[in-house]
């Protein structure tokens, strides 16, 4: 998550505060740099104060609705400006707390939001590949075998894990979450490990590393795939023993923690190659779970679409035949994540959306009489007797509705079985 402020020293408090609930969090100071470093990181939540220099937090949160939809915005505000939060509350905000932030209500916004989003909740999709998927992970959950899951970006490994987590006998306990490819490798034993006061240069205080903040619950180390050969050699020894040193510590501790990794990459080429340690690979490796690429998964793109959609009283028959049409063509290189973006994007520009509004589509033929398969043919199906219906009947306002002419949506409903 992301907390923006001007103060870095209630950033400070803020970041560490949520380090101690296991939490990963980032700062920025204003507007200008959160939307840079979202750009470049995956966010899951903002914490923004109201008043900051370039771009405040009002400014930031319009932004941040017209961009992310469904990110979750919590406003921090003085006591002086409660008229300004329900104003950021009726634009759309989350939440708001009054400064100094209170880790209870901060934190009870925080799971209330992620629980709507997390915890398999965007697990969606009918295919037997998918089935076949959820199936080993809900038959490796009650063991406490190490998993490596693994799949292409985007593809939803982190919610596997997370369901895997959930369903364990340390479902109690928390998850704690760490991105390999995010740590720098000078501060991987820190987070990892944790740190002492004094251990070096602004280590002003003790920090529990990752492994800590796990304890009896599950360590997820998220594209493991990008360790370097010394962030390797560190987590076989953990990996090994269990035991945890943090840096500027005299003696060792335990961590009692389940092992899941998650990578993108082919680790037993990367293993034949050099690159990944054979003995970690075995150690993580006990039972592989892969997560299908969307495009191995049937329709289950429109289920997800729907799913995304509905916050938002939306479906994908509420848009125009066409878009359905050249989304049941597009082989969704970007996955599950790419999904839930294209809802946003839909949800944003609202009925009246366009397939020229949707530019990754301006490469996918256009849909016509021809060259229509089953899956295309039904969703234009769908869409044409959703807009007949919501028009009364009237084929010309239905055709306006779809954005084609009357004669091409009698061309339709004559080819597709649907006229009286």
Known sequence: MLVVDDDDAL??????????????AESASDGVEALARIERVEVDAVVVDLRMPRMDGMALLQRLRSERPTLPVIILTGEGDV????????????????????????????????????????????????????????????????????????????????????SSPRRDHPLVAVNIAAVPETLFEAELFGHRRGAFTGAVGDKPGAAARAHGGTLFLDEIGDAS??????LLRFA???????????????ADVRL??????????????????????????????????????????????????????????TFEGVIA??????????????????????ALLGTQARRSDLPFLLGTPPVGPTGLGPQVEDAERRAIRHALARCGGNKSAAARHLGISRRALYDKLDRLGLQE
């Not at 190490?146 to 982190?158: F, M």
């Open 11 to 24: 950033c400070a408090v803020l970041v560490a505060m949520l380090a101690q609930e296991g939490l990963q």
């Open 83 to 166: 008229p300004l939060a329900v104003e950021a509350m009726r634009a759309g905000a989350t939440d708001f707390l009054l400064k100094p932030a209170d880790r209870g209500q901060l934190l009870g916004i925080l799971r209330r939001e992620w629980a709507k989003h997390t915890d398999g909740a965007d697990l969606v999709g009918a295919s037997a590949a998918f089935a076949a998927a959820l199936a080993e992970a809900d038959r490796v959950a009650p063991t406490s075998a190490r998993v490596l899951v693994v799949g292409e970006t985007g593809s939803g490994k982190e919610l596997f894990a997370r369901r895997v987590h959930a």
């Open 229 to 234: 050969p010394g962030a390797q050699a560190k």
């Open 240 to 254: 090994e023993t269990g035991e945890v040193r943090a840096l500027g510590a005299t003696h060792d501790a335990r």
């Open 260 to 317: 899941i990794t998650a990578t993108h990459r082919d680790l037993e080429a990367e293993v034949a190659a050099g690159r990944f340690r054979a003995d970690l690979f075995h150690r993580l490796s006990t039972v592989t779970l892969r997560v299908p690429a969307l495009r191995e998964r049937d329709d289950d793109w429109r289920l997800l679409l729907d799913h995304f959609l509905a916050p938002h009283q939306l479906e994908l028959d």
């Open 325 to 346: 049409g050249a989304l049941g063509n597009h082989d969704w290189p970007g996955n599950v994540r790419e999904v839930r973006t294209v809802a946003e994007r839909l």
